[in-house]
T-cell receptor, first 114, second 110 residues
Framework: EAQVTQNPRYLITVTGKKLTVTCSQN?????MSWYRQDPGLGLRQIYY???????DKGDVPEGYKVSRKEKRNFPLILESPSPNQTSLYFC?????????????FGPGTRLTVT | RKEVEQDPGPFNVPEGATVAFNCTYS??????FFWYRQDCRKEPKLLMS???SGNEDGRFTAQLNRASQYISLLIRDSKLSDSATYLC???????????FGSGTQLTVLP
């Protein structure tokens, strides 16, 4: 089944404790992206990657890191999480940079930082 | 001003009603437009593209007004299953990013 998977789906952590949210797609998509969704603010892009070893900042990259060492994986790293990073996070992929309009989203990761 | 703005609603309509949402965008360089649908606590999914000439997909019609910088989504004969949040999405011509609106919540009542 073609899909984007994220782990964990739910995470409660404390301020400053490094964490990684994994994202994996099995569709051989070139483009991958991370978003956060907050009430009233909609989906905001954190980082995106056009292909392996190519990553760029989105609209809200502060406090996050990513890497794209393999085509299928695009982990999101929070080196020192803070309460304002409490949010619903989505990973997404699309076939290529020219077809980014059709994003396939993962099921989401609900993160709470206390 | 936000780059993409939507009326958050909620819109509560009876089954069978026709409902329309607008979405305004501020950047005239915006090139491509889309509607996504997001069910409660689920991931967004592409609903339809928006073409300059307007386009229809069953009960759904999407239109673009470049002069006034807005896109619209019309749903005819609403079904209970249409209850969701509808997100408008804008892509600038040279961009590799999507800009999402914050969504309009629709509830179709029996």
């Amino acid at each position: 089944e073609a899909q984007v998977t994220q782990n964990p789906r739910y995470l409660i952590t404390v301020t400053g404790k490094k964490l990684t949210v994994t994202c994996s797609q099995n569709m051989n998509h070139e483009y991958m992206s991370w978003y956060r969704q907050d009430p009233g603010l909609g989906l905001r892009q954190i980082y995106y990657s056009m292909n392996v070893e190519v990553t760029d900042k989105g609209d809200v990259p502060e406090g996050y890191k990513v890497s794209r060492k393999e085509k299928r994986n695009f982990p999101l790293i929070l080196e020192s999480p803070s309460p304002n990073q409490t949010s619903l996070y989505f990973c997404a992929s699309s076939l290529s940079g020219t077809a980014i309009y059709e994003q396939y989203f993962g099921p989401g990761t609900r993160l709470t930082v206390t | 001003r936000k780059e993409v703005e939507q009326d958050p609603g909620p819109f509560n309509v009876p089954e069978g009603a026709t409902v329309a949402f607008n979405c305004t965008y501020s950047n005239s360089a915006s090139q491509s437009f889309f509607w996504y649908r997001q069910d409660c606590r689920k991931e967004p999914k592409l609903l339809m593209s928006v073409y300059s000439s307007g386009n229809e997909d069953g009960r759904f019609t999407a239109q673009l007004n470049r002069a006034s910088q807005y896109i619209s989504l019309l749903i005819r004969d609403s079904k209970l299953s249409d209850s969701a949040t509808y997100l408008c999405v804008v892509i600038k011509s040279s961009a590799r990013q999507l800009t999402f609106g914050s969504g309009t919540q629709l509830t179709v009542l029996p």
